[in-house]
């Protein structure tokens, strides 16, 4: 029986032995592994444009508010038809209603408020490919001054609806651009590029051309500039034969 015992006892060590040996080779020749990252940028002139504004009109009488905010909008359409500008594409959104009142204080304590008028607010969005057009609009629509409407316009918006083919073609970009640093790695090794191990795409980021803006860690989307710059990164790890 203590032969036996033995015998087992010293197969376990036998077996513990290697298992600790394989171990040890195993942490004192890692995977052979290769991390870079490639950048994928391209340069692009926005094909869409958004452009919104607003114009108002104030009185003690509601009807008559409504009536001068209809007047102003016939106005407000006539010109940006006047202008080259489709009328289809001129959306005028639901009106705006506001109660004015002045609020009344004695000794520092509230009293009341007194009635001063209604304000009526109507909103416009034009959406359009033609960008120079409402780009030329949007500057020039102080002219409705002259016709007596208070014409409010906010810069306009700049999109692309080529964005997805766009994003296809950085990716590719951005790998090939990782796989040309990962083959001049390995070549300054002495080593042969093998397999891809895994690919992570990074944040796609849009930002405006020549504007300094910063990368967002939840990706750049520049709307306010006409030209852009597309950007993004892929890390990718590649085997090293």
Do not use: C
Request: hydrophobic share 35%.
């Amino acid at each position: 029986m203590k032969h036996v015992s033995a015998i087992i006892f010293g197969a376990a060590i036998i077996i513990a032995a290697y298992f600790l040996g394989n171990a040890y080779v195993q942490r004192a020749n890692p995977p052979q592994i290769i991390s870079v990252t490639g950048l994928g940028n391209e340069n692009f002139t926005s094909d869409l444009i958004v452009w919104e504004g607003q114009f108002s009109t104030n009185s003690t009488v509601l009807k008559t508010a409504f009536d001068q905010l209809n007047n102003d909008k016939e106005i407000v359409r006539q010109y940006l038809v006047s202008k080259g500008i489709e009328s289809g594409s001129i959306i005028f959104n639901s009106v705006q209603t506001t109660e004015m009142r002045d609020n009344q204080y004695e000794n520092g304590n509230y009293v009341g408020s007194i009635f001063r008028g209604y304000q009526l607010i109507q909103t416009l969005n034009i959406e359009s490919e033609n960008v120079a057009l409402i780009e030329s609009v949007s500057r020039e629509i102080t002219e409705l001054l002259n016709k007596g409407v208070q014409f409010n316009s906010s810069p306009p918006r700049y999109y692309y609806t080529k964005l997805a083919d766009l994003k296809i073609e950085m990716i590719s970009k951005a790998t090939e651009d990782a796989r040309i640093r990962a083959e001049k790695i390995a070549e300054n090794a002495g080593s042969k590029l093998g397999d891809l191990a895994s690919a992570n795409m990074g944040v796609f980021q849009i930002t405006g051309q020549n504007s300094g803006e910063d990368y967002s860690w939840g990706g750049a989307y520049n709307t306010s500039s006409k030209n852009k710059t597309a950007s993004i990164t892929m890390r990718l790890e590649y085997k090293v034969k």
